[in-house]
């Protein structure tokens, strides 16, 4: 069965005025836009182990273990960066007079 042009047409319309209404309300009213958010994410995830290291070959953890040394490596890399700078003495204003007790 084939789709007329004009349904899919306009299915696609309606897909791209969603995307700019959902850009609008992320903009605007951010509470809301992290509400719907919320709502597209699960409440709840189930996860089953499948024989993790055991079910692995040698050359499988093998493989695993140089892709994490080389993402420890890349990471130290980024770690070492520095900013150089100076402090800046701005003015602030005196601290507020306490109230005093009114007899």
Known sequence: ???SPRVGGTFR?????G???????????????MKICALLVPREMKLEHS???KAMTDEQIE???AAIKALMAAQAG?????IEGEAEV????PA???????S
């Open 19 to 33: 995307a700019a209404a959902i850009e609008k309300v992320r903009k605007t009213q951010p509470a809301a836009y």
């Open 13 to 17: 319309f309606k897909i791209s005025i």
């Open 1 to 3: 069965m084939m789709e």
């Open 90 to 93: 701005v003015p602030s204003l």
């Open 78 to 82: 980024e770690a070492a960066k520095v």
């Open 63 to 65: 493989d695993a273990i």
């Open 51 to 53: 024989g993790g290291v």
């Open 96 to 102: 507020p007079a306490r109230p005093t007790k009114a």
